[in-house]
């Protein structure tokens, strides 16, 4: 069973500073990992999707890395914001060779204050 | 491109009641998932619909539990005499699918409908 981990559960750091959010996977054979970002109440809205062949993507002040083998998974946020602050989740679609469950593991979230 | 949208947002109900709640994805999506998530946590896979079609169940989804997408357009989640666990937000997300089983393009998630049992 797949199991998604992120560390850390929380987070303050002060305006400018460049974060890294960390998410890890015990299944490596993954389709795709998705990271979305949720405000208080609200859905989730996606940042980043990172397909298994691919090793990372950028989004302006963005970047999602993958490490399929070691099961690793990191989002760079470049000179945070107060804006920023959010709760971040990491997603993983299992790749399947026929058949079997479709069903995709969200990580708990790292929550993130950036303070002025 | 208006977004996907849940309604209602809040629902306080008696313990017991049923309840119904409606998801409106994006126009060209075929692909529809309900998903629940409670204080703190990710949110967790319930069902999911390709066009009118219900693909996939979780075990999470009792028999109080039924979903419906009859037109391959809008979703009704409707919970049967509900209990104080049912008590939650559960949020609707649609995609593109693009061919397969699998879909390389991003969920869109709703705001959610919370629900709380009283």
Known sequence: ?116 | DTGVSQDPRHKITKRGQNVTFRCDPISEHNRLYWYRQTLGQGPEFLTYFQNEAQLEKSRLLSDRFSAERPKGSFSTLEIQRTEQGDSAMYLCASTLGTGGRYSNQPQHFGDGTRLSIL
Not at chain 1, 12 to 35: H, K, M, R
Not at chain 1, 81 to 98: F, K
């Open chain 1, 1 to 116: 069973k797949q199991e998604v981990t992120q560390i850390p559960a929380a987070l303050s750091v002060p305006e400018g500073e460049n974060l890294v959010l960390n998410c890890s996977f015990t299944d490596s054979a993954i389709y795709n990992l998705q990271w979305f970002r949720q405000d208080p109440g609200k859905g989730l809205t996606s940042l980043l999707l990172i397909q298994s062949s691919q090793r990372e993507q950028t989004s302006g002040r963005l970047n999602a890395s993958l490490d399929k083998s070691s099961g690793r998974s990191t989002l760079y946020i470049a000179a945070s914001q107060p804006g920023d602050s959010a709760t971040y989740l990491c997603a993983v679609r299992p790749r399947l060779e026929s058949g079997g469950s479709y069903i995709p593991t969200f990580g708990r979230g790292t929550s993130l204050i950036v303070h002025p």
